[in-house]
């Protein structure tokens, strides 16, 4: 059974920074590209960052220069380093793995933005 965990939400003043993690077990993590994508109250789920199997990764507009995701194939684990944020960043945070066929998320991790 393929299972994706995250950790890492939290609250975090405007500025600040916030690493998320996320394990995933249960398939060949090495594989397949993984991302990360965000919910906002109210606004759809969006594309974060996506990391392709190789390691490559490409951002969405409005966190570039501030986020930067990775990946340790070893550890079966994604990450994301979120420095400089911002109220907008505010959302529930995903972690995603496709197979092509199949897609997986994790369970959701808050990030609250908030002085």
């Known amino acids: 059974q393929v299972q994706l965990v995250e950790s890492g939400g939290g609250l975090v003043q405007p500025g600040g920074s916030l690493r998320l993690s996320c394990a995933a077990s249960g398939i060949d993590f090495r594989l397949y590209a993984v991302a990360w994508y965000r919910q906002a109250p109210g606004k759809q789920r969006e594309l974060v960052a996506l990391?392709?199997?190789?390691?490559?990764?490409n951002y969405a507009d409005s966190v570039k220069g501030r986020f930067a995701a990775s990946r340790d194939n070893t550890k079966n684990t994604m990450y994301l380093q979120m420095n400089s944020l911002k109220s907008e960043d505010a959302a529930v945070y995903y972690c995603?793995?496709?197979?092509?066929?199949?897609?997986?998320w994790g369970q959701g991790t808050q990030v609250t933005v908030s002085s």
């Open positions: 990391i392709r199997n190789g390691g490559s990764v």
């Open positions: 995603y793995l496709t197979t092509g066929p199949r897609t997986y």
